[in-house]
């Protein structure tokens, strides 16, 4: 059960953390506090604000310069401030929660997208898929494209649940996937497995995109969201904050 009370006080740290962001504390553009100040001001252990911090990195609310210390992001507006206080909020989430909760979603979505699409959503799914195959050696525009299809799948859909369970965690979605294409570069990976899912959309049969978006999961999502959890890298121990 230790690696269970680890995750939570990790999430309870960065959860602090981006609270204090979204107070107000830290502006966007500033560089925070030294670590022993910064622990000290939010009343946690170095080693757990460390790894907050790293997780903060991993989702795009602060940048880490070694060397010179670490960054609240410019990009990073209330509504993403917000949906990440909602993330550590839920209790011992991690990054594969994350993706796992997706999973749930998103395979229903395709499913239902199938019946439900109309002629305008389906060209639009193509044409993404389109665009995905021209920017394959690009990484950082085809990870435009990449959060553009899972939104139509989802908005296909015609389900407001689903629609609003996956609208609390796009934010975090998007800076996932920049995360792993900024890393990894994973676009030959995944396209494949996203044209399965238009194409079968387009044929109207529902368990076919199913099939093929649990793929792309299984696949794909999972073990690249994997290796960002247990990048040595990302997880070192070594100084990130000045």
């Known amino acids: 059960m230790e690696p269970v009370k680890r995750v939570r006080v990790v999430d309870s740290v960065s959860e602090k953390l981006v609270s204090a962001i979204s107070e107000g504390r830290f502006d966007a553009g500033a560089k925070l506090p030294p670590e022993h100040d910064l622990a000290e001001m939010l009343q946690v252990s170095r080693n757990a604000l460390r790894e907050a911090v790293r997780q903060l990195e ?3 609310i602060v940048t880490v310069r070694h060397g010179d210390g670490t960054y609240v992001n410019r990009v990073t507006g209330n509504s993403l401030v917000t949906r990440a206080l909602q993330f550590f909020r839920l209790g011992g989430t991690t990054l594969i929660d994350l993706v796992e909760a997706r999973e749930a979603i998103e395979v229903t979505a395709a499913m239902l997208a199938a019946e439900r699409a109309g002629a305008g959503e389906v060209e639009a799914l193509l044409q993404l898929v389109r665009d995905m195959d021209n920017l394959i050696a690009k990484p950082g525009d085809y990870v435009e494209k990449d959060f553009a299809f899972h939104v139509m799948v989802v908005e296909a859909s015609k ?3 689903l629609i609003e369970l996956f609208s609390t965690i796009q934010d975090i979605l998007m800076v996932q996937l920049r995360k792993i294409m900024e890393l990894y570069g994973v676009t030959k990976d995944s396209y494949g497995y996203h044209r399965e899912v238009a194409f079968a959309i387009a044929d109207k049969d529902s368990e076919a995109a199913g099939s093929a978006m649990r793929d792309h999961f299984r696949k794909v999502a ?3 969201v994997a290796k960002v959890v247990n990048d040595p890298h990302l997880n ?7």
Do not use: D, R
């Not at 070192?236 to 000045?242: R, W």
């Open 58 to 60: 991993t989702m795009g």
């Open 222 to 224: 999972k073990p690249y």
């Open 236 to 242: 070192s121990g070594g100084e990130g904050l000045t």
């Open 159 to 161: 389900n407001q649940v």
